[in-house]
Structures are given as structure tokens and as C-alpha cells.
T-cell receptor
Framework: ETGVTQSPTHLIKTRGQQVTLRCSSQ?????VSWYQQALGQGPQFIFQ???????GRGNFPPRFSGLQFPNYSSELNVNALELDDSALYLC?????????????FGQGTRLTVV | AQKVTQAQTEISVVEKEDVTLDCVYE???????LFWYKQPPSGELVFLIR??????QNEISGRYSWNFQKSTSSFNFTITASQVVDSAVYFC???????????FGSGTKLNVKP
């Protein structure tokens, strides 16, 4: 196990609703990144948080937003859910001590939008 | 343009066969990092290896080996004497200047049959 915990593991929402996904990073890790993985595809970078600030964003609309807390845990919020938001959402934690160390991923949250 | 291409969508082998998973990447940066991750059905991405652009030395770890060739922009992964437990989806990923912002390939699903 990586020590990265995501909740919930599964979620079903209706189109137009809002959802919050949570991630507890590995102890000592101060950087959290979020990825969206559609079925049969590779993960796509959503954004990254470092010291509670957004530090880079992928090609996702503003209705995807996030937070990082002082304990380095993080939330991903998605507003006005669309059917295409159905995916596995992965959180990755890493330590910004050396450049590009490996990132440790959680088990993901499977979001289904109906 | 795809930064990471994994042309093999799915590979099936019989246990004990050797198998090579291909990865071709594209970047203009001189400093970059390449990764391989394994994704079992549980969904969590498991780190396998990290290689920086200045280190072209091939690496072997048990039954796993990696062949990094900058001249062909390839970072191929070979499993020797495959086992059923190797069955998973394998992702190749590229990270450029942004810390741990990964570009993932579309993945190769490996089926190892007994």
C-alpha cells in the first residue's frame, strides 16, 4: 500500500449535481496531483497543489476546482456534473524535495454520472 | 499531439513467455523523466521505475528490465518469464519541467494465461 487514501471509493451522481472527492496524502508528502482516467484510457492531469496553492492545471474547465489543507490532504470539487465526467479519479502524492521523484497513487474514486 | 504513445492496446501471452511493452515519447525538453506504472484491477497505479533523460543506462530488476533509447525516443519495458500475477494494465508516463505532472500513454493491457 502507498499510504495515499481516497474517499469515497465509488460514487453515483446525477447530471447537474456537485461532487467532492477527498485525498489523504502519504505522510511527509506536500504535493498532491489529481488525474481523471476515463474507461480504457490513460490518466489525464487535472491540477496540482503545493503548499495549499494550485501549481499547474491541465485542460479542464473551471468547474473542476480543488483545495489543499495545512495537513496536505486535498479535495477535488466538480460542479454541474456532466455524463462525460464519469471516470476514475486518481490522487497522487509526492514530496517536493528532489526533482520528479515517483508519485504514489491512491486507489481512486470511481464516479458515475447518470 | 500525443506526448506518450503506447501502440500495443492489448497483449496476450502464455505464462513463462517473455513480453516487451513499447513506449515512444515526444518532448522538446532536454531534461525530462520517464516512468512506468502498473495498474491492477483494483485501480491503484503502482510505481515500477523512474528514469531521467541523462541516464540512458538500461536497468534490470528481477524479471523486469527497461531499455531507454534517446535516439528513438523509446522507453520499452520487458518482463522475462511472465507470470499470471503480471496481468494488469501498464502505463508509460513522461514528466517535463513541471514537477510530477505526468503525461500518460493510453496503456497496454497485458494478459498472462496459465
Amino acid at each position: 500500500e502507498t499510504g495515499v487514501t481516497q474517499s469515497p471509493t465509488h460514487l453515483i451522481k446525477t447530471r447537474g449535481q456537485q461532487v467532492t472527492l477527498r485525498c489523504s496524502s502519504q505522510s511527509g508528502h506536500n504535493t498532491v496531483s489529481w488525474y481523471q482516467q476515463a474507461l480504457g484510457q490513460g490518466p489525464q492531469f487535472i491540477f496540482q497543489y503545493y503548499r495549499e496553492e494550485e501549481n499547474g492545471r491541465g485542460n479542464f474547465p473551471p468547474r473542476f476546482s480543488g483545495l489543499q489543507f495545512p495537513n496536505y490532504s486535498s479535495e477535488l470539487n466538480v460542479n454541474a456534473l456532466e455524463l462525460d465526467d464519469s471516470a476514475l479519479y486518481l490522487c497522487a502524492s509526492s514530496s517536493r524535495v528532489t526533482v520528479n521523484t515517483e508519485a504514489f497513487f491512491g486507489q481512486g474514486t470511481r464516479l458515475t454520472v447518470v | 499531439a500525443q506526448k506518450v504513445t503506447q501502440a500495443q492496446t492489448e497483449i496476450s501471452v502464455v505464462e513463462k513467455e517473455d513480453v516487451t511493452l513499447d513506449c515512444v515519447y515526444e518532448t522538446r525538453d532536454t531534461t525530462y523523466y520517464l516512468f512506468w506504472y502498473k495498474q491492477p484491477p483494483s485501480g491503484e497505479l503502482v510505481f515500477l521505475i523512474r528514469r531521467n533523460s541523462f541516464d540512458e543506462q538500461n536497468e534490470i530488476s528481477g524479471r523486469y528490465s527497461w531499455n531507454f533509447q534517446k535516439s528513438t525516443s523509446s522507453f520499452n519495458f520487458t518482463i522475462t518469464a511472465s507470470q499470471v500475477v503480471d496481468s494488469a494494465v501498464y502505463f508509460c508516463a513522461l514528466s517535463e519541467g513541471d514537477f510530477n505532472k505526468f503525461y500518460f500513454g493510453s496503456g497496454t493491457k497485458l494478459n498472462v494465461k496459465p
